[in-house]
């Protein structure tokens, strides 16, 4: 066995035993590949990191009791995601902020947590299934650190250890440049709640997330539809025990390469019906009087790739621009020693017959070798470009 795949295959061991012994709620903020919501089948390269801030803001006016009353919730958020190997990327979700000044209960002793949970997450895959479709899953652990859960206008979460599985599948029309064309995007994910004495008895849901993008030269366009369907639903008493959906039309701004802004606005599709029946006794009040969900919400996102000690990102490489990351061990000084230049074609060939023993197929050496003759081509045009430009003054 090599020891890219013993790498896998403990990686995975230890995601499945974390997936059943620690709580874990995902779908949200993830970072890394992916958008707003969905997540990408591709993973980062060995060696890379991706850093984002999440924000989500909701507010809305409701006659509470014969009375206006203004009524908001947000939430915030820090990811870091690292490619582990080829095959395995690492994640961490920290909850910075969460509001609770609009729940109606009267048993909050706080208006708004800080921190709320701490997320731990796998992403095992990236496998190519023909020629333009990639698949992975993704086994997300929550670690209790929030005070309060079930908090309104979010999705339900149970006092008691939680597991969620969820498999993610990617439709490149240009595998080899995959930010530079349309894509499509499929997450499916199992989450039990774990809420009652038995597994098979606990409330149990199906979290489905729909992505499509449409790059641009500095922006990309896109719309994603996500949701959580209960196969077995919570008592009565719980805040999120409805079905609900949101689609979410979605903007990135992308200046840089390793450098980019999402924008997008979600927009409650199902959910509206309230079927929380506060039993005799409970702290909830006037719960009719409150939405159910927010029914809408602005989500954004920042994230930043910056270089490390394994990696070389392309981080403030204007999108337009070519150029691609590379592992620190793929790179070679230039003569005059001003930095780092990509493989020329010998350097490629040297590379993968040193390193065929670890893994590297036919496949990535193509990938690899394309990619760097097209970057190669570009510069090239660019100096005849500029070349032409210093004849004609």
Not at 55 to 80: K, L, N, P, Q
Not at 187 to 205: C, I, M, R, V
Not at 330 to 358: C, M, P, V, Y
Not at 370 to 379: D, H, S, V, Y
Request: aromatic share 12%; charged share 25%; glycine share 8%.
């Amino acid at each position: 066995m090599s020891v890219n795949l013993k790498c896998i295959v403990v990686c995975l061991l230890i995601a499945c035993v974390l997936s059943l012994s620690l709580p874990a709620q995902g779908g949200q903020f993830y970072g890394g590949r992916g958008y707003l919501h969905t997540n990408s089948a591709l993973l980062l390269p060995p060696g890379a990191l991706d850093i984002s801030l999440y924000a989500r803001a909701y507010m809305t006016t409701v006659d509470v009791s014969s009375e206006w009353s203004t009524i908001s919730d947000g939430t915030s958020a820090f990811t870091a995601s690292f490619g582990f190997t080829r095959r395995v990327e690492l994640g961490f979700t920290q909850i910075l902020y969460q509001d609770l000044n609009n729940t109606p209960r009267d048993d909050m002793e706080i208006t708004t947590l800080i921190p709320g949970d701490t997320y731990i997450r796998f992403k095992i895959g990236g496998w190519a299934i023909g020629q333009k479709m990639f698949m992975s899953v993704l086994p997300a652990l929550r670690y209790r650190v929030a005070k309060y859960h079930d908090v309104h206008f979010e999705p339900y979460e149970s006092k008691a250890v939680e597991a969620e599985f969820i498999g993610a599948w990617s439709y490149y029309w240009k595998p080899l440049y995959p930010d530079e064309d349309k894509s499509l995007h499929l997450n499916l994910g199992y989450l039990n709640h774990n809420d009652k004495d038995s597994p098979t008895e606990s409330s149990q849901a199906l979290n489905y997330l729909v992505c499509m993008m449409f790059p641009m030269r500095m922006f990309d366009v896109g719309f994603e539809l996500y949701g959580n369907k209960f196969l077995q639903r919570p008592d009565v008493s719980v805040l999120g025990r409805e079905d609900w959906a949101y689609v979410t039309p979605l903007a990135r701004y992308k200046p840089f390469k390793g450098f980019q802004f999402t924008l997008g606005v979600d927009l409650l599709l199902q959910g509206n019906e309230n079927t929380t029946e506060p039993q005799p006794g409970s702290s909830f009040r006037n719960i009719d009087d409150y939405p159910n969900y927010a029914k809408w919400r602005i989500t954004g996102r920042i994230n930043f790739a910056p270089s490390t000690a394994f990696y070389i990102s392309p981080t403030f490489v204007r999108s337009e621009e070519p150029g691609t990351g590379q592992g620190r061990t793929s790179l070679q000084r230039s003569e005059g020693g001003g930095g780092f230049d990509f493989l020329n074609r010998d350097d490629l060939f040297k590379w993968a017959i040193e390193e065929h023993t670890g893994g590297v197929s036919a496949v990535d050496l193509d990938l690899e070798k394309l990619r760097q003759e097209r970057i190669k081509a570009e510069e090239d045009l660019k100096k005849l470009k500029r070349k032409l430009e210093e004849k004609k003054k």
